[in-house]
């Protein structure tokens, strides 16, 4: 099965920047559709992007378009999130996953392989 390890997270002031990181095993195929969605506490679990296996398409939430790009490396098995011009709003739990559904797709249950998440904070 396919193992994701998401790392990078911290805390950050208003308008900062950080960049999180998806490890992707390598024994998995490279060619898996690929998310990030996020979960403050007392909320459900929400999408903030996706991009496909070559990484020529991406798409995202309202809330972050301009301001998040997700990224890939498959050489290195890696999928990117950087974050700027973050805001309070943004503080969750960061995970990524696997898009098992078709293309494209915002809805959590089309995910899978979901990984073990990292946390964002982001102060006033």
């Known amino acids: 099965q396919v193992q994701l390890v998401e790392s990078g997270g911290g805390l950050v002031q208003a308008g900062g920047s950080l960049r999180l990181s998806c490890a992707v095993s390598?024994?998995?195929?490279?060619?898996?559709?690929m998310g990030w969605f996020r979960q403050a506490p007392g909320k459900e679990r929400e999408f903030v992007a996706a991009?496909?296996?070559?990484?020529?398409?991406?798409y995202y939430a309202d809330s972050v378009k301009g301001r998040f790009t997700i990224s890939r490396d498959n050489a290195k098995n890696t999928v990117y999130l950087q974050m700027n011009s973050l805001k309070p709003e943004d503080t969750a739990v960061y995970y990524c996953?696997?898009?098992?559904?078709?293309?494209?797709?915002?809805?959590?249950?089309?995910?899978?392989?979901w990984g073990q998440g990292t946390q964002v904070t982001v102060s006033s």
């Open positions: 996953a696997v898009m098992r559904g078709s293309w494209p797709s915002m809805v959590g249950a089309d995910f899978g392989s």
């Open positions: 991009i496909n296996w070559s990484g020529g398409n991406t």
């Open positions: 390598r024994r998995t195929p490279s060619t898996y559709n």
